[in-house]
């Protein structure tokens, strides 16, 4: 583990809430992109 | 061949499907690897660890800044030549713009506590980054208000340009407001005043990774936009029928 | 031109609500902050000019989905895009009906409200001049606001968030004009950039305005 000194918990709360925010873009994204494919194939194969 | 073929939805789907693997690759790589090697750079003799927000701070405010001007493009390019791929990619940019802006100024106002001793300070650049959040959220809004798609991406277009503009002036006129604290740009090209070599690369990866992460979200949700669009069409024709 | 700017100022005296509404709330507002803030010592004239500024935005701010919301709903909006009339000019004339109705009584009793918050009496005519040279952008920019919400059911609350960030460099640059007046530094520079953003805006927002209206339209 690399030291980080007295400003640790300043370094991990920006590089957490940062990740935490990009995993948030990043899953809505795919998971809209998902249903907009599930729901047009669906439609596609049953017209 | 000219760049106005990708205007065509099915040829657009076709061509960013083949691309987007590789870009998603290139996005996970550049942007773990500049975060990593970012966090395993030494200590700044005056900041501490702290040094190390910058490779999430820097690369987010950039695409802040820059996904805005993507819209800018993409909204003028819609009104002038009515392509629709183009007016989707104008909205599927805007929640990808806001929260790098947002990351921005969080770890921004993070960084500033033990640093400035202040999580916020009325400082011409976090002022103007909080104005520019306020325009994606106006501009997210106005989309999720109209129905009509056409008119939507008309009247979000229209935002766009003026907001621009009034972005701009704000920038400018915070500026005159008040005498800020933020350093000034952390990759000029003075000599003198840039960052070493050491947080020099690490950034630049970084950078590079924020781009493509950018790039490949953008593609993705145009890819859904265009998907639904076609549902709804789809699902209208049926309904006349 | 000159019957519909005659028509819109009757039909908002008739209706009561434009003129004295806005300037009841820019004096409410201008009356709670003290509550909010204190009253004592000089703290009241230094954050006066903001007060002053912030208070004539939202009054302004209140007034402007009536713009266009009424003249839709009864059609004559599509009769007004049909006139020989270009829309551009329909918008200014609205703009223009909407500043005398709420901006210019806002920019008369202002030094009052001045007078209220201990503003320093150098500064009265600065404020005077400041909401006279920064109101009529306030007008237009809402006009471009009412005209992108007018199809919606409740935009009222939407144009706010569009309309409001786009009053951020008319504000700074008004309320600085005061506070150097009040001082007794120069205001040149926020006077000819406050005047310039209101030209700019008049000359340019008309055409955007008008396109929001024709798609609205359409």
């Given at each position: 583990?690399?030291?980080?000194?007295?400003?640790?918990q300043?370094?991990?709360?920006?590089?957490?809430?940062?990740?935490?925010?990009?995993?948030?873009?990043?899953?809505?994204?795919?998971?809209?992109?998902?249903?907009?494919?599930?729901?047009?194939?669906?439609?596609?194969?049953?017209g | 061949?000219?760049?106005?073929?990708?205007?065509?939805?099915?040829?657009?789907?076709?061509?960013?499907?083949?691309?987007l693997?590789?870009?998603?690759?290139?996005?996970?790589?550049?942007?773990?690897?500049?975060?990593?090697?970012?966090?395993?750079?030494?200590?700044?003799?005056?900041?501490?660890?702290?040094?190390?927000?910058?490779?999430?701070?820097?690369?987010?405010?950039?695409?802040?800044?820059?996904?805005?001007?993507?819209?800018?493009?993409?909204?003028?390019?819609?009104?002038?030549?009515?392509?629709?791929v183009?007016?989707?990619?104008?909205?599927?940019?805007?929640?990808?713009?806001?929260?790098?802006?947002?990351?921005?100024?969080?770890?921004?106002?993070?960084?500033?506590?033990?640093?400035?001793?202040?999580?916020?300070e009325?400082?011409?650049?976090?002022?103007?980054?909080?104005?520019?959040?306020?325009?994606?959220?106006?501009?997210?809004?106005?989309?999720?208000?109209?129905?009509?798609?056409?008119?939507?991406?008309?009247?979000?277009?229209?935002?766009?340009?003026?907001?621009?503009?009034?972005?701009?002036?704000?920038?400018?006129?915070?500026?005159?407001?008040?005498?800020?604290?933020?350093?000034?740009?952390?990759?000029?090209?003075?000599?003198?005043?840039?960052?070493?070599?050491?947080?020099?690369?690490?950034?630049?990866?970084?950078?590079?990774?924020?781009?493509?992460?950018?790039?490949?979200?953008?593609?993705?949700?145009?890819?859904?936009?265009?998907?639904?669009?076609?549902?709804?069409a789809?699902?209208?024709?049926?309904?006349?029928? | 031109?000159?019957?519909?700017?005659?028509?819109?100022?009757?039909?908002?005296?008739?209706?009561?609500?434009?003129?004295?509404?806005?300037?009841?709330?820019?004096?409410?507002?201008?009356?709670?902050?003290?509550?909010?803030?204190?009253?004592?010592?000089?703290?009241?004239?230094?954050?006066?000019?903001?007060?002053?500024?912030?208070?004539?935005?939202?009054?302004?701010?209140?007034?402007?989905?009536r713009?266009?919301?009424?003249?839709?709903?009864?059609?004559?909006?599509?009769?007004?895009?049909?006139?020989?009339?270009?829309?551009?000019?329909?918008?200014?004339?609205?703009?223009?009906?909407?500043?005398?109705?709420?901006?210019?009584?806002?920019?008369?009793?202002?030094?009052?409200?001045?007078?209220?918050?201990?503003?320093?009496?150098a500064?009265?005519?600065?404020?005077?001049?400041?909401?006279?040279?920064?109101?009529?952008?306030?007008?237009?920019?809402?006009?471009?606001?009412?005209a992108?919400?007018?199809?919606?059911?409740?935009?009222?609350l939407?144009?706010?968030?569009?309309?409001?960030?786009?009053?951020?460099?008319?504000?700074?640059?008004?309320?600085?004009?005061?506070?150097?007046?009040?001082i007794?530094?120069?205001?040149?520079?926020?006077?000819?950039?406050?005047a310039?953003?209101?030209l700019?805006?008049?000359?340019?927002?008309?055409?955007?305005?008008?396109?929001?209206?024709?798609?609205?339209?359409?």
């Open positions: 583990m690399i030291e980080l000194g007295k400003y640790a300043t370094v991990l709360s920006a590089y957490g809430i940062s990740l935490a925010l990009l995993a948030a873009i990043i899953w809505q994204t795919l998971r809209a992109n998902a249903r907009a494919r599930r729901e047009l194939e669906e439609h596609e194969s049953r | 061949m000219s760049i106005w073929e990708y205007a065509n939805p099915v040829k657009f789907l076709r061509t960013s499907g083949t691309v693997p590789w870009i998603v690759a290139g996005a996970a790589l550049c942007t773990i690897g500049g975060l990593v090697w970012g966090f395993l750079t030494p200590d700044d003799y005056r900041q501490g660890s702290t040094v190390k927000i910058v490779f999430l701070h820097v690369p987010a405010a950039l695409m802040a800044i820059n996904a805005w001007l993507m819209m800018l493009v993409a909204s003028l390019i819609w009104l002038i030549r009515r392509h629709h183009s007016a989707l990619a104008a909205k599927a940019a805007a929640p990808v713009g806001a929260v790098m802006t947002l990351i921005a100024l969080i770890t921004g106002a993070i960084w500033g506590q033990p640093m400035w001793g202040t999580w916020w009325w400082d011409p650049r976090l002022t103007s980054f909080l104005v520019l959040f306020l325009f994606y959220l106006g501009y997210m809004a106005l989309w999720e208000a109209i129905e009509d798609p056409d008119s939507a991406a008309d009247l979000t277009g229209l935002l766009c340009l003026v907001g621009s503009v009034f972005a701009l002036l704000s920038r400018y006129a915070v500026n005159f407001w008040n005498q800020g604290l933020h350093q000034g740009a952390s990759l000029s090209v003075a000599p003198g005043e840039r960052m070493s070599a050491i947080y020099r690369y690490p950034l630049y990866l970084s950078m590079l990774g924020f781009f493509l992460l950018f790039l490949a979200l953008v593609l993705i949700r145009t890819r859904t936009e265009i998907r639904r669009r076609r549902l709804a789809l699902l209208a024709r049926e309904h006349r029928a | 031109m000159r019957a519909l700017l005659w028509r819109d100022l009757r039909l908002a005296v008739r209706a009561g609500g434009g003129f004295g509404l806005s300037l009841a709330f820019f004096l409410i507002v201008c009356t709670l902050v003290p509550f909010g803030v204190g009253a004592g010592g000089g703290q009241l004239s230094r954050i006066a000019p903001g007060i002053l500024w912030v208070g004539a935005l939202l009054a302004c701010l209140l007034s402007l989905d713009i266009f919301a009424l003249d839709h709903e009864d059609g004559s909006l599509d009769l007004l895009a049909t006139a020989p009339l270009p829309l551009e000019g329909v918008v200014a004339i609205k703009a223009l009906a909407h500043w005398l109705v709420t901006g210019l009584p806002l920019v008369v009793f202002s030094p009052l409200l001045g007078v209220l918050l201990h503003l320093p009496d500064a009265q005519i600065w404020l005077v001049l400041s909401l006279l040279i920064g109101t009529p952008a306030l007008s237009m920019l809402g006009a471009f606001g009412a992108i919400t007018v199809g919606l059911r409740r935009g009222g939407l144009m706010s968030l569009l309309v409001l960030p786009l009053y951020v460099p008319t504000l700074i640059f008004g309320a600085e004009m005061v506070r150097r007046g009040a007794g530094l120069d205001v040149t520079t926020p006077l000819v950039f406050l310039g953003i209101t700019a805006t008049l000359a340019l927002v008309p055409f955007a305005a008008a396109a929001a209206l024709r798609v609205n339209l359409r």
